[in-house]
């Protein structure tokens, strides 16, 4: 007989208390929780993550607030009374992580910043994301995805030549703020294990777009000259783009150092006579001479379909791939082979498709456990399961109001308004 039991997640038996809210915070959160870590989402009384009146929705659950949230547990606190500060310092004890993404000082105001909670709990791991920093002349400074991808120089090389600057179609300045506090927040764990002592992860979303500019600063500091937008071109290779067909786009990367690419690719175009053309003899003088080469094989490509083409040359190992819409990229047979899409059910909402982990372990991979919670619906379960506090104790602290069991935005109200 098969056994489906699935092994606990590598994270199994980590305790986060994640008071992040919107993106860049509760995905890392959630990276977290896909690979077993138990996440609860500590949400601010009345309405909580701000996230949850973020659209689209689905009999009023906002779907933004599912797909990063998904598999955490909600309880909400009154971080700003004396009852609720204490009963949060009471969780502290027991858990491994504490998460935030306010504006540096929020938690030092509040009397649980990290100084004072790693005192309290030695052994905790304190991860604050922010737009700029806890340190420097703009830390005190708010900051959005667009304003660190701005400031960051990532718009600058978003684009076309001669327009508008353009921003990345995915929230670049808060996902890379995200993995790289997951990645802090797992380096200081596995430090833990030596050291016995946790420590605090500092994340600056300006910080992540400046280290993921990767080549661009390679350029400037190498060359002197700003590197700017190419729309799909690589800066150093080509043909390395999105080209025309009969039906749409098809992206190609020709590999680097394999001559013998360059030529099949002329040859099945019809263009044997760009290979022995010394403008174009290496991939070199073929970026140096782009504006003369392109409008050559766009020409090509436009003759045959994009799956003509990739089925052509695929068959000679040469990179290529349709561009998709969304529609088509989550359809893909090799996305299903993979796993990555997945479907969970919410209670409200129905069944919700979301991407799944891309986190493949063999035997502990990264997966969903489950949606996003509603408001403070585990409030009393956290309470119990962590502190011993018996139902008719979270009653009397709801009925003082320093926790909440279950509320919420108005989203009717809200969408009505």
Known sequence: MTNN????????????????????????A???????????????????????????????????????????????IDLRSDEGRELFLRLVDEADVVMENFTPGVMDKLGIGPEALLERNP?????????????GPWR??????????????????????????????????????????????????????HSGLGQSVDISMLDCQIAILENAVARYFSTGQEPGPLGTRHPSATPFQAFPTADGWMVVALSWGIATQWEI???????????????FDTSFKRTENHAELEPMLFEATRKQTTEHWVTLFSQYGIPIGALNTIG????????????????????????????????????????????????????????????????????????????????????????SA
């Open 123 to 135: 052994r905790l791991v304190f991860a604050s994301t922010s737009g700029f920093g806890q340190t």
């Open 328 to 415: 088509q990229a989550v359809q893909q047979e090799q996305i299903a082979a993979r796993e990555m899409i997945t479907t969970v059910h919410h209670p409200i909402a129905g069944d919700v498709t979301m991407a799944a982990s891309p986190l493949k372990l063999s035997r502990t991979p990264g997966r969903v456990y489950g949606y996003g919670p509603q408001f403070g619906q585990d409030t009393a379960a956290v309470l119990d399961e962590w502190l011993d506090i018996s139902e008719e104790e979270t009653a009397a602290l709801a009925e003082a109001g320093v926790v909440l069991t279950e509320g919420g935005p108005d989203i009717a109200a809200y969408l």
């Open 140 to 193: 005190d400074r708010p900051a959005l995805d667009i304003i660190v991808q701005g400031m960051g120089g990532v718009m600058s090389i978003t684009g076309y030549p001669d327009e508008p600057p353009a921003r990345p179609g995915t929230s670049i300045g808060d996902i890379c703020g995200g993995l790289y506090t997951a990645i802090g927040i797992l380096a200081a764990l596995r430090e833990r294990d």
């Open 30 to 76: 959630m990276i977290l929780c896909d690979l077993g870590a138990e996440v609860v989402k500590v949400e601010r009384p009345p309405h909580g993550d701000v996230a949850r009146t973020t659209g689209p929705f689905v009999n009023n659950e906002s779907m933004y607030f599912q797909s990063v949230n998904r598999g955490k547990r909600s309880i909400s």
């Open 5 to 28: 039991v699935q092994p606990p997640g590598p994270l199994a038996g980590i305790r986060v208390l994640d008071l992040t809210w919107v993106l860049a915070g509760p995905y890392a």
């Open 265 to 279: 690719f002329c040859a099945e175009l019809g263009l044997p006579e760009l290979v022995g053309d010394e403008r």
